[in-house]
């Protein structure tokens, strides 16, 4: 069956379409497969998340973003505006976990409990307390560790602190 020359057109254009609508355009870069594999055990370790880039998984909506350090760099002092980053290296380098949240937050839940070693906070305002897991199941012997906001936005090095975070309670 030959289809009329509309119709092929029409088709074309159609998938041109798709095609220029893609979330993220297919990078002429190869893929760094020791990255990718990392990804792909971060969604089964914790599942419910979305690849939404070359280095970064989605969860809960958005609420947590994940991005890897692609091919040996840091992510540096990259935070998106209205965020607090949590990042698994001093000074803001390695993977870093970007929270839009205004409700408690266990880090568990995305496997980075105990591992932040600097944060930065973007909001315009409130804070974000951090805590660190008690003994009794029910939270109630979590302990404050410390907090950050918008009048004291970086901690490039937690000392005493350093991968001790188990829990965000943000107040917006």
């Not at 594999?37 to 690849?51: F, K, N, S, T």
């Not at 901690?155 to 188990?166: F, I, T, Y």
């Amino acid at each position: 069956m030959r289809l009329p020359p509309a119709t092929i057109v029409a088709a074309g254009l159609a998938v041109g379409l798709v095609i220029a609508t893609a979330p993220e355009a297919v990078s002429a870069a190869p893929v760094d497969p020791a990255l990718q594999g990392r990804i792909e055990a971060q969604l089964a370790r914790y599942p419910g998340g979305v690849q939404i880039g070359r280095n970064k998984v989605s969860y809960d909506a958005g609420t947590a973003v994940m991005n890897f350090v692609d091919g040996g760099q840091t992510l540096a002092t990259a935070c998106p505006n209205e965020r607090v980053c949590l990042y698994n290296g001093v000074s803001y380098a390695g993977d870093r976990l970007d929270l839009n949240t205004c409700a408690w937050y266990d880090l568990a839940w995305r496997g980075w409990q105990d591992k932040m070693r600097s944060v930065r906070y973007t909001k315009s305002s409130g804070t974000a307390a951090f805590e660190n897991h008690g003994a009794v199941p029910d939270h109630g012997s979590d302990v404050l560790l410390f907090s950050i906001g918008y009048r004291n936005r970086d901690a490039s090095s937690l000392g005493v602190n350093d991968r001790k975070a188990d829990h965000v309670r943000p107040r917006c």
